[in-house]
């Protein structure tokens, strides 16, 4: 992976029908602004339950969108990542229709993941209380075989994704063709998406367990074989994100958001300076992304406390909330469906209450802490929540997923805050000092100072909290 901003968008929702319109897109208005795209879900259907997290054919892109050969040309101009959605498919999948009709005549009885295979014997109370869950539901649907019978499978999110048996051999194979295929078609990275959840076993939370690491690890092996890099996604306790970069090629730091919304809520770097001691430097950093706003990555666990103390941490909740005219209010936890138990749904550009001075300064500090920038297509244009669909749809998550057309992209790339934006990824992307080593400077907790040197080639902010004053240095 370039050592570059990299964007992450759905294709139509960027003001793009096709493969080939996002490709003029980079050619075009957004030229030398990235260094890798990770396009979300493009697979049929790009219009699912869950915004192409419930693929239907993985291997399939939405003919509405192109093909293979359209993302093959794409990839020549920019490096691609695509989601491995490894713990589910569509319930509406051809394999999964056939199983409701066949029962365990069914080819692919033994994809999916039933309640059976996990507890052959049943579940005790302490079994089912000690899964691991990013829902107030437990992970499990009924369904009605064409015989009459009812069978329990897992349904680790929603009862449209049927979570598959990764460790079976159809579920191994069924992985290693979508590996064939993105190999084919241009592929230069993948993300695993919700990789934590794909292995369950009885005793155990089914969350990030040894064999997890184990499948991860098999499965990274398999793609690095094809010339793929492997991006994993977590959110988790920040220590156990630390253990897990050390295994594997990338992480998302999921922490930084909220350390970044303390410190200039607060004019307070102390934690953010805690974090940045420890955290990953094989990361990709992120503000915003097609989920929430992570608050679990920085909490504490039991009685293990985390990045920011729980009764600080509340109350940037509530100040993302008052921010945002109480918009967030309205897509999260229980006032929307696709509830997320640890996320607030809302704009990064809300959360901040529209300061562009502030979502500036927010931009810079990750920019120059350490890891590769990944900008949300949103947050690329500094967008607001989007009520109207998020009204429309009744998904929290939506509020934060607004489709831009043509004529917004380009009103938005004239506004000063982007085009000041634009001039601080070019230095990001060019300047040779990022190449070199990272150095917080000590300074007081209402100041950052963060510098990178390499050879005669120097990158420096400086941040003052109290005045709200950014100050960038770049020499060579």
């Known amino acids: ?93 051809v394999q999964f229709q056939d199983y409701l009709q066949k029962g365990e005549k069914s080819a692919y009885a033994s994809l999916f993941l039933g309640y059976n295979t996990v507890f052959p014997n049943g579940a005790s109370e302490a079994d089912l209380l000690s899964i691991y869950r990013p829902r107030p539901s437990l992970p499990f649907t009924m369904f009605k075989l064409n015989d009459g019978s009812v069978k329990l499978i897992w349904t680790t999110f929603t009862s449209n994704q049927i979570d598959i048996d990764v460790n ?76 897990i970069a050390k295994r594997v090629d990338y992480v998302y730091d999921f922490a930084l958001p909220v350390l970044v919304l303390d410190t200039l809520f607060n004019k307070n770097a102390s934690s953010l300076k805690k974090w940045l001691e420890v955290s990953p430097r094989n990361a990709i950093t992120v503000l915003d992304t097609h989920d929430g706003i992570g608050i679990v990555d920085v909490g504490a666990e039991g009685e293990n406390p985390g990045l920011i103390e729980g009764a600080i941490l509340s109350k940037i909740v509530d100040q993302m909330h008052i921010n945002s005219k109480g918009n967030s209010l309205k897509a999260t936890g229980g006032a929307a469906s696709n509830l997320d138990l640890y996320q607030v749904n809302c704009t990064y550009f809300d959360a901040l209450g529209r300061d562009k001075n502030a979502y500036l300064i927010a931009r810079a500090i990750q920019f120059f802490v350490p890891g590769i920038p990944q900008i949300y297509y949103v947050g690329l244009f500094a967008g607001e929540n989007d009520m109207e669909l998020l009204d429309k749809t009744n998904v929290g998550r939506d509020i934060n997923r607004h489709y831009f057309t043509k004529n917004e992209i380009n009103e938005h790339l004239k506004r000063p805050l982007i085009n000041d934006l634009k001039e601080l990824m070019l230095l990001r992307n060019n300047h040779n000092a990022f190449n070199g080593d990272f150095n917080l400077i000590e300074t007081s907790e209402n100041m950052l100072n963060i510098k990178w040197i390499n050879n005669n080639h120097s990158a420096e902010l400086f941040i003052d909290l109290i005045a709200m004053k950014m100050q960038t240095k770049f020499s060579s």
Not at 173 to 185: A, P, S, V
Not at 189 to 214: H, P, V
């Open 1 to 93: 992976m370039k050592n570059k901003i990299q964007l992450i968008t759905y294709i139509d929702r960027l003001g793009c029908k096709s493969i080939s319109d996002l490709n003029s897109l980079f050619k075009n208005e957004l030229k030398g602004l990235f260094g890798g795209l990770h396009i979300l879900p493009f697979y049929y259907p790009i219009d699912g339950e869950d915004a192409g997290f419930d693929p239907i054919d993985h291997n399939l892109i939405d003919p509405r969108l192109g093909d293979w050969n359209d993302l093959k040309e794409l990839s020549e101009e920019v490096d691609i990542m695509a989601d491995l959605i490894v713990n589910h498919v569509s319930a509406k999948s």
């Open 168 to 243: 079976n051999e159809i579920g191994i194979k069924y992985l290693e063709r979508i590996l064939d295929t993105f190999q084919k078609g241009g592929v230069k990275m993948i993300r695993l998406d919700a990789a934590g959840y794909a292995i369950k076993k009885q005793g155990t939370s089914c969350f990030m367990i040894n064999e997890t690491y184990e499948f991860i690890d098999q499965l990274t092996e398999k793609a690095k074989a094809k010339g793929i890099e492997v991006l994993v996604e977590i959110h988790s306790y920040y220590k156990t994100q630390i253990e």
